[in-house]
């Protein structure tokens, strides 16, 4: 696999795309409805899917507040001011994350990936096997009974 992704303006969804479509041997669409069908059949395009769908969301997001920014540089007369400032880290902010969902897209193509061979894939493959059926943590309240009314000590009742 090659370190070919893009830097700046070029087209990271559409590469990382169809270096998918090349490693699984099909289309996007096929590829998402082999997994919607049966999603336990290949993990590894799970994951794939899911990144890519994530990938492929945040890169809309990008899309939107570059769009934004460039409207509100073309409405300023010659300084910045602090809400396009911000509109400015949003973007920074869209693109690492659009840029993290890409390298994950990249290391779940990549076999000879760090973490894939040896004692770490291993590991991975254990902890996998034996994953939780259900939250790491109790997430709902617990079931308390009911308390009777006890009178307190020391009060007289009249």
Do not use: C, Y
Request: charge should be negative; hydrophobic fraction near 45%; proline fraction near 7%.
């Amino acid at each position: 696999m090659s370190d070919d992704i893009p830097d700046g303006s070029e087209d990271v969804v559409g590469i990382l795309t169809e270096q998918i479509e090349a490693h699984f041997g099909m289309g996007m669409d096929q590829l998402k409805a082999a997994v919607a069908a049966v999603p336990t059949a290949d993990p590894d395009a799970t994951d794939v899917v899911k990144w890519h769908g994530l990938l492929v969301d945040s890169q809309a997001v990008l899309d939107r507040v570059e769009g934004d920014l460039l409207a509100a540089l073309e409405s300023q007369p010659s300084e910045v001011d602090d809400p396009t400032m911000g509109l400015a880290q949003r973007v920074n902010a869209a693109v690492t994350a659009r840029d993290g969902r890409a390298l994950v897209v990249r290391w779940l193509l990549d076999p000879d990936a760090p973490g894939k061979k040896g004692l770490a894939a291993e590991r991975l493959a254990r902890f996998n096997r034996s994953a939780r059926k259900g939250p790491a943590v109790q997430t709902s309240a617990p079931h308390r009974p009911a308390l009777a009314s006890v009178p307190r000590a020391g009060r007289a009742t009249l």
